[in-house]
Every structure is written in C-alpha cells, then in structure tokens.
C-alpha cells in the first residue's frame, strides 16, 4: 500500500468515528445530551468536546499548527475534567460547531503532512514525546472509537437507540421483541452464574475502582463486612414494586429502583423491577426483582440469601443448622479469594450463600 492509499484509510477510519460520534446526538433535548450516565459522568455532548480537544491538541498543535481562530487547548485551566462536560452556558450547537471546525483543521494537518512528518506532543514523557503524523493518526482513531462505543452505551440507557451508523446499525435484530428475549437469557445466565460459588480476582495494581452509585446493581457479597449482613434478594412476577413498597413500609428504611424500561426495554415488560433495594438505618439490605420477561417465578428461584462478616463463630454455627437435612452444593471451606464460602438448600428449598470474611 502506498503512503496515499495509507493515509486515506486512516483518514476514512478517523471521519467514521466522528460521525458515529455526533450521530448519537440526534434527537435529544438539552438534559439528554448533556445528562451524566455514570460515576464519573460520563455524557454524550461531554465525549464531543473532549474530543474537539483531543483532535486539537494532537493533529494541530503537535506539529506546530495550531488552530488560529479557534479554542485553545490551554483554555481549559487546571481542571482535568473541563474538557468532558458542557455548561449550561456553553449550547450544543457551539460544541458541536467548534468540533467541525476542530475536525477541518486537522483534516488540513492530513492532507498537508506525510505520514512520516516529526510532531513532539508536550505533555507525554520525554522519551515517547517525538512522534509522527502515522502515529498520532492511529492514537487519535483509537480515542475516538473508543469513545464512539461509550458514546453507544450513554445514548442506548437515555432511549433505548442503538447501532452503528445511521445507514448501517450493524446489530443483530430488528424487532424490539428479539432483544428482549435476548435480554432475558442473559440476565437469567447472569442470575444462574450468581447462585454458583464466588471466584474474586485480585484487581490490577495501580487500578482504581469507583463504588457503585445509590440505585445501581449492587453485588450480593461485600467485600468485607464487619460482624454479620443478612442480604437476601427476592423474585416476583411482576409484583416487585408492590412487594418493595410493603417492605419499605415495614422495615423504613430508603429505596432505590431501577425498571427494565430504564435499561432500554420497551413493551408491557418495560415498567416491570429489574432492581429494588432498602437500605435502612439499622444495616439491613433487602432487594427484589421481577423475573425476566420468557421467565416464570418457581420454587427454587424466588429467592436467594446472603449471609456474610467476620463473626465466624456465629456464621459456622448458622451454616450448621442451615444444612443439616438440605443440600449442600459447596461445602464451607476455605477458597482462593481467601475468605470461607459455602452454598446450600436449606430443608425448605430456601438458598443460601454463606461468607466468612478471612476464615480459616
């Protein structure tokens, strides 16, 4: 392949991730395109921006172009985070313009430059800082599909639209029904997966994990619990939320709930509990859920508790009379997350995960 032809293909990769980008847009009012969809907000109109930054800083400024009537990358002070988020001062049309613009520019670094053209990006380390047109094309194409496929995630939980492009949404079916069949023997995979013993992996050193958000799905197993948490989740045919407000009324306590519809479900299913959950005062954690739709509630799959801490005595003493005259499916033992977990069926059908944080 010849450096035209090279650079051509780079170049198509790089436009078709702007347009997947912006195509997400479409359609959505002000709150939408700006609306925080994780823990570390992460929006639609924020990825655009960021975006018009990262093309600016690295097919402008590296090789000595900068943009002469356009944003600068030093406009955006000492805030990591100014680049990922619009203000409520600054529309969508101003962000989506200054990306057009943004994108022109560099498409002028593109086309003037060859591949092996000398660049120094200022802020990477000093042995990798020299770099060339080739390389910076291929590490601005991988931002922007990466944050094309974020840009999929935050715009199918705002309403439920997916696919690739306009032209070609590349996914595997077209009836809202076939998703939702699909959506359902996942979850069910997912909830049968749940009931097996629990394998923790160490994380990556240097990593950093964010905690969940108030409402999100919670995993059933802390990681260390101080004396002893009964956590039981139950499963009802669509009478979650009827279920969910009884407890609440019982127990007090704050709920959380998070319906299929939010998830992108549409249909007579879509107002049903996906996740329901009090938290009270006093420590207690209930949840609930409504079965997955192409699924019935049944004795065996109504209901599974938790019990996990550090109180080993008490939890082997429960453990005990929790198995005997049931089934046990993992007896209680030591596992290579190196905490003591067993699983059971109590005498009544009724399931039971036991954790003991660092017992021996």
């Given at each position: 392949?010849?450096?035209?032809?090279?650079k051509?293909?780079?170049?198509?990769a790089?436009?078709?991730?702007?347009?997947?980008?912006?195509?997400?847009?479409?359609?959505?009012d002000?709150?939408d395109?700006?609306r925080p969809?994780?823990?570390?907000a992460?929006?639609?109109?924020?990825?655009?921006?960021?975006?018009a930054?990262?093309?600016?800083g690295?097919?402008g400024?590296?090789?000595?172009?900068?943009?002469?009537?356009?944003?600068?990358?030093?406009?955006?002070g000492?805030?990591?985070?100014?680049?990922l988020?619009?203000?409520a001062?600054?529309s969508?049309?101003?962000v989506?313009?200054t990306?057009?613009?943004?994108?022109?520019?560099?498409?002028e670094?593109?086309?003037?430059?060859?591949?092996?053209?000398?660049?120094?990006?200022?802020h990477?380390p000093?042995?990798r800082?020299?770099?060339?047109?080739?390389?910076?094309l291929v590490?601005?194409i991988?931002?922007?599909?990466?944050?094309?496929g974020?840009?999929?995630?935050?715009?199918?939980?705002?309403?439920?639209?997916?696919?690739?492009?306009?032209?070609?949404?590349?996914?595997?079916h077209?009836e809202?029904?076939a998703w939702?069949?699909?959506?359902?023997?996942?979850?069910?995979a997912?909830?049968d997966?749940?009931r097996r013993?629990?394998r923790?992996?160490?994380a990556a050193p240097?990593?950093?994990?964010?905690?969940?958000?108030?409402g999100?799905?919670?995993?059933?197993?802390?990681?260390?619990?101080?004396?002893?948490?009964?956590n039981?989740?139950l499963?009802?045919?669509?009478e979650?939320?009827?279920?969910?407000?009884?407890?609440a009324?019982?127990?007090?306590?704050?709920?959380?709930?998070m319906t299929?519809?939010?998830?992108?479900?549409?249909?007579?299913?879509?107002?049903?509990?996906?996740?329901?959950?009090i938290?009270?005062?006093?420590?207690?954690?209930?949840?609930?859920?409504d079965?997955?739709?192409?699924t019935?509630?049944?004795?065996?799959?109504?209901?599974?508790?938790?019990?996990?801490g550090?109180?080993?005595?008490?939890l082997?003493?429960w453990?005990?009379k929790?198995?005997?005259?049931?089934?046990?499916?993992?007896?209680?033992?030591?596992q290579?997350w190196?905490?003591t977990?067993?699983?059971?069926?109590?005498?009544?059908?009724v399931?039971?995960?036991?954790n003991?944080?660092?017992?021996?």
């Amino acid at each position: 392949m010849d450096e035209a032809s090279a650079k051509a293909h780079l170049h198509r990769a790089l436009r078709q991730g702007r347009d997947a980008l912006l195509w997400k847009l479409e359609g959505l009012d002000e709150y939408d395109a700006r609306r925080p969809l994780t823990p570390t907000a992460t929006n639609l109109l924020g990825l655009v921006k960021h975006m018009a930054f990262v093309e600016l800083g690295y097919l402008g400024d590296t090789f000595g172009r900068p943009l002469p009537d356009g944003p600068r990358v030093e406009d955006l002070g000492d805030d990591p985070t100014a680049d990922l988020w619009a203000t409520a001062d600054e529309s969508r049309a101003a962000v989506v313009d200054t990306y057009r613009h943004v994108a022109a520019h560099a498409d002028e670094t593109i086309a003037t430059l060859p591949l092996d053209a000398p660049g120094q990006v200022a802020h990477w380390p000093e042995e990798r800082s020299h770099v060339t047109l080739h390389g910076i094309l291929v590490h601005v194409i991988a931002e922007i599909h990466r944050h094309a496929g974020h840009a999929d995630i935050v715009r199918e939980h705002i309403d439920g639209a997916a696919g690739l492009h306009i032209d070609n949404d590349n996914l595997a079916h077209d009836e809202p029904a076939a998703w939702r069949a699909h959506h359902a023997a996942v979850e069910q995979a997912a909830r049968d997966a749940a009931r097996r013993p629990l394998r923790r992996f160490p994380a990556a050193p240097g990593r950093r994990y964010l905690a969940r958000p108030s409402g999100a799905l919670s995993h059933r197993f802390p990681e260390r619990a101080v004396g002893v948490r009964l956590n039981p989740y139950l499963n009802f045919d669509g009478e979650a939320a009827d279920a969910l407000a009884f407890y609440a009324d019982v127990l007090g306590g704050t709920t959380s709930v998070m319906t299929f519809g939010e998830m992108g479900m549409e249909g007579p299913d879509a107002q049903k509990v996906m996740h329901g959950q009090i938290e009270t005062d006093s420590g207690i954690t209930l949840m609930v859920s409504d079965m997955p739709p192409g699924t019935s509630r049944q004795h065996g799959n109504d209901m599974t508790v938790s019990l996990s801490g550090d109180d080993e005595a008490t939890l082997r003493a429960w453990w005990d009379k929790l198995s005997a005259g049931g089934q046990v499916e993992t007896p209680l033992e030591k596992q290579m997350w190196g905490d003591t977990f067993g699983a059971c069926t109590d005498r009544f059908g009724v399931s039971w995960l036991v954790n003991i944080a660092g017992g021996g």
